[in-house]
């Protein structure tokens, strides 16, 4: 199909299979739904997970098979873009933005989730936002790598006609247990590897196409580093993490490592968000002084890390959603969290929604035209992104942030305790 075009920008879906790597037969069913400008040069790419994905499958060739005689459609049908449409925010810089998901079967009501302590999901998110690097938007990548090869000119203008970005800078963001995901696919390739090979999670992932003769990649290792994504900024909306002994480890080991990578990276929480603050292990972030966070390990206090968190007075777990979701409405519903009683808490496709489209477009501002963030942690901590979020009212709209003890409404390491006024 071909993609849509609205105004200047485009938008397409690609479904693919990612073996998480190449000698081991584990594989996922992933989709990508991106914008990307109508004249493919764009600056950068923002790589947005989103909270309702699942685990591995061992019957990938069964399924391809059987796809593959019937209609050859997806075998699923979520579209995380219509949750997360912020594509507004991209249209000023020239950037793209794509959201990844990845399931087995879902029915309504009734869909398979990860609950958020798994480093797989980020591990598919990288490889995702480095497969629209290397080939852009298409699922016949096996053409592209025939075209490197001059088998003929009709490949050649595959590729030229499907490619869609001039760097490989991504910027990784996610919501709810979404959010813990792109904590790990903002590490990097070499980081993914290294902490995979510890949790006995290996990854040199392999992309395969659903045709029914299988067509794949080489392994990622053996790209070429600029057609691999490089992760310039990291964007967490309430992040949720979980841990269950051998299913979900948890995010932590990525943690500890961005602490001390130099990337611009945000944390924002709502005041009345019980599914970071609460139900989270560990919580996105804590009022209690010297409780273990995902904050505390991402900014230890002293240390040189880039972590900064903001919180949204009112702010929900779902007020950040540009569509209403059922299932996510659930951790907000007064049943299931009292933090939110009595308070206006911001519902899906509201002012909330607006102000992180907002936030989105000002995080992509810090980035010149192709390159990634210019200037050390003083120039990060003084940038005019932080400057503007540093108010009750950052944008100007009707979202208020909740000051911290020393009156600031961003946090970081180095600064007092993040504790709120009494």
């Known amino acids: 199909m071909d ?23 584990q594989f996922m069913e992933v989709v990508i739904e991106v914008f990307y400008p109508k004249n493919r040069q764009a600056n950068g790419l923002v790589m947005f997970s989103h909270g309702f994905l699942v685990g591995n499958d061992l019957l990938y060739y069964p399924k391809k098979i059987i796809g593959a005689f019937l209609d050859n459609s997806p075998l699923f049908d979520i579209n995380p873009s219509a949750y997360y449409n912020y594509s507004e925010a991209i ?25 958020g302590g798994s480093p797989r999901v980020g591990q598919e ?6 497969y629209l690097i290397k080939y852009g938007c298409t699922d016949f990548f096996y053409k592209e790598e025939s075209s490197t090869q ?10 030229e006609s499907s490619k869609f970005l001039v760097s490989n800078n991504v910027i990784f963001a996610g919501h709810s247990v979404g959010g813990a995901h792109a904590q790990a696919a903002a590490c990097g390739f070499e980081k993914l590897q290294e902490l995979g090979r510890q949790q006995y999670r290996m990854y040199d992932p392999v992309i395969f196409d659903r045709e029914f003769l299988p067509a794949y990649t080489d392994r990622l290792s053996q790209w070429d580093p600029s057609e691999r994504a490089n992760p310039v900024g990291l964007l967490q909306l309430s992040p949720v993490d979980q841990q269950i002994w051998l299913i979900s480890p948890g995010m932590k080991p990525y943690r500890d490592a961005l602490a001390t990578t130099p990337i611009p990276s945000v944390m924002i929480v709502g005041e009345c968000d019980c ?4 139900s989270s292990t560990p919580p996105g972030w804590s009022e209690t002084p010297g409780k273990e966070s995902q904050f505390t390990q991402l900014s230890p206090p002293e240390s040189d890390s880039w972590a900064v968190v903001a919180r949204v007075e009112n702010g929900s777990h779902c007020g950040y ?26 519902c899906s496709g509201g002012e909330e929604s607006v102000f992180t489209t907002e936030l989105i477009k000002r995080f992509i501002d810090l980035y010149p035209d192709g390159a990634g963030f210019e200037g050390d942690r003083d120039a990060w901590i003084g940038s005019q992104f932080l400057t503007d979020l540093n108010q009750e009212n950052p944008d100007g709209g009707v979202v208020k942030l909740v000051p911290f003890s020393n009156g600031e409404y961003i946090n970081y390491a180095g600064q007092v305790p993040a504790v709120t006024p009494s």
Not at 125 to 130: L, Q, R, V
Not at 275 to 278: F, M, N, R, T, W
């Open 3 to 25: 993609p849509i075009r609205i105004n200047n920008y485009c938008f397409d879906r690609i479904h693919l299979w990612i073996q998480y790597e190449w000698q081991i037969p």
């Open 91 to 115: 249209v000023e810089k020239n950037w793209a933005m794509a959201f990844v998901s990845a399931a087995h079967s879902q029915a309504i009501g009734i869909p398979g989730i990860d609950i």
């Open 125 to 130: 998110t990288y490889a995702a936002a480095s």
């Open 150 to 159: 001059n088998q003929g000119f009709f490949d050649n203008a595959i590729a």
């Open 275 to 278: 599914a970071c603050l609460d």
């Open 321 to 346: 959603l540009t569509e209403k979701s059922d299932l996510c409405s659930l951790a907000d519903d007064p049943s299931q969290c009292k933090r939110g009683e009595g308070k206006p808490i911001y």
